[in-house]
């Protein structure tokens, strides 16, 4: 990996300390209030919309469909709209040349930004249709009536449709934001269990993964990568690897290295042959894996302060409880492994990737190949869950490379198991620390918490540098982009470092670390998973301090009506009583967090039963209850928080990137084993809807409690209180 | 050298031209322009790849062409789209994924175990299904997915 320049960084940052507040976000939203969402940044209404004379809606999101369900919910809001039936509703995948530019499909954000504006854009298209429908009917608007797109005057026999006056109502305009959406009470299709609309092609086998790409003349290419980061390439000695069966073309540029073949098991036999031919200088780069958190924390560091004085400062503490945190480096672990097609088609460089930014991706793309931006394409298509920024975007300009290496051959490229492994950017390791002083009255007057991480942010589309893997390879490397922290209260390594709860005197510094041993990058909440383990472990330890019942202690600490309710709720289904003892095996563990502190509000509650011989956790059950505002699609919640519960609780039990000196060694899924059927927890979840409030973002929201959830449920199982995750038997067996 | 060899899939027999060593899973994708099997790690560790032979579930990531002797079903073998398995049926009324990546292999191992055993218990399908790994977490809908085709099947 490219190292970053240590001098020159300190010199433009030492020593900074960026103190940051919560109001210009909140005054940008209040700016663009008339045009929701991204539809400031896109106004064209016919970039968002087409009707279609043949009965067709057509929808142009830029949100991209990762398997979280989001392109059915939206389409669930342009059908409520605009009064049509939800199967008249086409979502098309993102497309460069001709979708609205939605950034990156990231922080749970699909809803609440990219819902915002289309259900705008649909309202304007309503009324816009309407005036249309109005004056070929010869009445007013607010005479009509709509169903399913067929347009009535009650009383007369005057009628037309959408498909009808499509033509004559141009959508070629910008939105003003005039039109106002229906209220709550009138929707029929938002807010109703809808079943998504790539499920059906995902069961019987239609080609819907980029996976799935087949074009006339498709090639196959693998590429081969260096052992390690910094790995420099000494010599290569292809010429029999050329004359393998199928091999079209051997590609080298600098240390990055590819095949292309006509089959795909020649593509791979291929593979390893060069990397056989391959000889490197392998350095010993990495840190020590046992001590990479001491190690990462006396890095040089950016602090970003967040003060958050409540009430009379120095109230005296009676009591004063102090614990240090840890979460190892995490992987997206894909089932799939990163996959992209790439050829010349019209002589535009065109790709089909399942990145989770396609216009981010294009612009990065174009940097490395020094090629005009109008000369690359990138259109979306469905991979494997991705989870934030795994190799998607890297595999892109893999196979862009192998194109241009083989006459433009169309060329389909996907990573082995290994290279997923190896190569794709982890979340980062993180260390946190809790200090809270207690009151004689058991309420916590003092709270001061530190959070240490690098960057969970190296996307592609960043304006210095390329953020792809193989530019830094190249015989001309490309530098990747400086890393910076996101600003709360998305934030990144701190995301959720600042707790919900009314404490008086919170001092939270952010201790960003900017140099980045391990690749690493946005893995599903940032820091929030870190965060959270650790303030909800600490929110249970310092209720523990104070002789009190953490739900009652929580609750004594909340203010906000709403997270009172989640955790309520919670306690409530699941039967949380006050001083149960344990038998030593079975113990239960709540934890509360409302996503990046704007976003949906989650409790729940975990029932765990610890083999005191083994050491194993099994997490048997989990009640979780959530508020996510105004709900689109129950089912698609639902989905997304039981989903994120059990990948969390995978997290938390098993999941941790090794490394040794000159290597990563996690890279396979006996490396880097993940929760299976026999282990997943039973979960319960409770919605709370609020039709009448905006939608919150939620496909992230319940990772980082169920990790403190289970912590703090261990600890009432047996006693013993865990700090570094994750909890392996070995680790458990030890502390018991 | 290649070989010819004739493998029957889904009912049709087919004749291909590849190395003995080919794995089935490039077959079934590349010259059968089959989708269900994935390539998820080509270690026979994930299930992504699964297919159904002699009534087993195996892995077509790691069973090269020439150990291919006995009928092959894949996931475009159960049902259409007018006629879906129950499997298919009972995934979507379950919404019983969320990428769907691993869905191939669900659905066939499933298929392979209620063959085999038609009143196969929850804890048998958790236990069928333990070698196939689910990143997004979507566990509880599909061992509920089986049991309710199960109950279809039954009927």
Redesign the interface.
């Known amino acids: 990996m490219t190292k970053m320049n240590r001098r020159e960084f300190s010199f433009a940052m030492g020593g900074l300390v960026i103190a940051f507040s919560m109001a210009p976000a909140a005054a940008r939203a209040a700016e663009n209030a008339r045009l929701p969402g991204t539809l400031a940044a896109n106004k064209r209404l016919d970039s968002w919309l087409q009707i279609d004379p043949q009965g067709i809606v057509r929808v142009h999101t830029g949100r991209v469909e990762?398997?979280?369900?989001n392109t059915t919910a939206l389409g669930q809001i342009v059908a409520e709209e605009l009064d049509v039936g939800f199967i008249r509703v086409d979502m098309i995948a993102v497309d460069t040349k001709s979708s609205p530019n939605e950034g990156v499909t990231a922080g749970s954000n699909s809803i609440e930004a990219g819902g915002a504006a289309l259900r705008a854009a649909a309202a304007e298209a309503r009324a816009i249709l309407l005036a249309a429908a109005a004056e070929k009917l010869g009445t007013t608007p607010d005479k009509l009536i709509v169903r399913d797109g067929e347009i009535t005057v009650p009383g007369t026999t005057a009628k037309t449709s959408y498909w009808e006056i499509a033509r004559d109502a141009s959508l070629s305009r910008d939105a003003t934001g005039s039109a106002k959406p229906k209220p709550a009470s009138a929707h029929t299709i938002v807010g109703k269990p809808t079943?998504?609309i790539?499920?059906?092609d995902?069961?019987?086998?239609?080609?819907?993964?980029v996976?799935?790409t087949?074009l006339p003349g498709l090639a196959?290419g693998r590429v081969v990568r260096p052992p390690n980061y910094a790995a420099e390439l000494t010599s290569l000695d292809d010429a029999a690897v050329k004359k393998l069966?199928g091999v079209i073309a051997v590609v080298r540029n600098g240390r990055f290295l590819g095949v292309v073949a006509e089959?795909?098991?020649q593509a791979?036999a291929a593979r390893e042959a060069l990397a056989k031919s391959a000889k490197w200088r392998v350095p010993a780069a990495l840190p020590d894996q046992a001590t990479v958190h001491d190690y990462l924390q006396k890095l040089s560091t950016i602090d970003v302060k967040t003060v958050n004085e409540k009430g009379a400062a120095g109230t005296q503490a009676a009591k004063t409880v102090t614990a240090t945190y840890r979460k190892p480096y995490l992987a997206h672990?894909?089932?799939?492994?990163s996959c992209a097609v790439a050829g010349i088609v019209d002589e535009i460089l065109t790709v089909w990737s399942h990145t989770q930014g396609p216009y981010p991706l294009r612009a990065d793309i174009a940097k490395a190949l020094n090629f005009p931006l109008d000369r690359v394409r990138v259109i979306h298509a469905?991979?494997?869950?991705c989870?934030g920024h795994n190799g998607a975007d890297d595999v892109a300009l893999d196979a862009a490379l192998l194109t241009l290496g083989a006459n433009g051959r169309i060329v389909k490229v996907?990573w082995?198991?290994d290279d997923e492994f190896g190569w794709e950017p982890f979340g980062s390791a993180m260390t946190m620390t809790g200090k809270a002083g207690l009151s004689v009255d058991g309420t916590i007057v003092a709270w001061q918490y530190d959070v240490w991480s690098c960057t969970h942010n190296m996307r592609p589309g960043n304006r210095m540098g390329v953020n792809l893997l193989a530019s830094w390879h190249l015989e001309k490397p490309f530098e990747r982009a400086m890393p910076a922290e996101a600003p709360l209260p998305a934030g990144g390594g701190d995301r959720n470092a600042v707790p919900t709860y009314d404490f008086q005197n919170q001092r939270i510094v952010d201790h960003f670390i900017p140099d980045m041993p391990l690749r690493v990058s946005a893995l599903r909440t940032l820091g929030g998973f870190g965060n959270v383990f650790a303030v909800e472990s600490f929110m249970d330890e310092v209720a523990e301090a104070a002789g009190a019942d953490p739900v009652a202690f929580r609750l004594k600490h909340l203010k906000d009506e709403r997270a009172r309710a989640v955790l309520q709720t919670a306690a409530e289904k699941a039967g949380w009583k006050p001083d149960i003892k344990s038998d030593g095996t079975r113990g239960r563990g709540v934890a509360f967090a409302r996503y990046e502190t704007t976003k949906s509000y989650v409790a729940m509650i975990a029932d765990v039963v610890v083999d005191r011989g083994s050491g194993a956790v099994k997490v048997e059950h989990v009640t979780v209850a959530v508020d996510a505002g105004q709900i689109i699609n129950p089912?698609?919640l639902s989905?997304?928080i039981?989903?994120?519960?059990?990948?969390g609780t995978?997290w938390t039990l098993k999941e941790q990137v090794t490394f040794a000196k000159d290597r990563i060694t996690s890279r396979?899924?006996?490396g880097y084993p993940?929760?299976?059927?026999?282990e997943?927890p039973?979960?319960e979840v409770h919605l709370i809807d609020h039709p009448e409030l905006p939608s919150l973002g939620a496909g992230e929201a319940s990772q980082g409690p169920i990790s403190a959830a289970i912590a703090n449920a261990i600890r009432h199982a047996t006693g013993v209180r865990l700090r570094d995750l994750p909890f392996t038997p070995n680790k458990v067996k030890a502390a018991i | 050298m290649p070989q010819n060899f004739r493998l029957t899939v889904n009912g049709e027999m087919r004749e291909v031209s590849v190395e003995a060593d080919t794995p089935l899973l490039y077959i079934l994708r590349n010259d059968l322009e089959l989708n269900g099997a994935k390539f998820g790690c080509g270690l026979a560790q994930c299930g992504a790849c699964t297919v159904v032979m002699n009534g087993s579930a195996i892995r077509s990531c790691r069973t090269p062409v020439s150990a291919v002797t006995a009928p092959v079903t894949t996931l475009e073998g159960l049902g259409t789209d007018e006629k879906p398995h129950p499997l298919q049926k009972a995934f979507i009324a379950e919404q019983a994924m969320q990428c769907g990546y691993c869905i191939n292999g669900m659905i066939m191992s499933a298929k392979a175990l209620l063959d085999r055993n038609p009143r196969a218990s929850e804890a048998d399908i958790r236990q069928a299904l333990n070698g196939n790994l689910c990143r997004c977490g979507s566990h509880n809908r599909i061992v509920r997915a089986i049991l309710r085709a199960q109950k279809e099947m039954a009927a």
């Not at chain 1, 990762?66 to 369900?69: E, K, N, P």
């Open positions: 990762l398997g979280q369900g079943q998504r790539d499920i059906p995902k069961v019987m086998g239609h080609a819907i993964f996976q799935d087949r196959f069966p089959r795909e098991e791979i672990a894909s089932i799939g492994p469905q991979g494997s869950g989870y996907q082995m198991r089912d698609g989905n997304q039981e989903g994120g519960i059990i990948q995978s396979d899924w006996a993940i929760l299976t059927f026999a997943v039973q979960v």
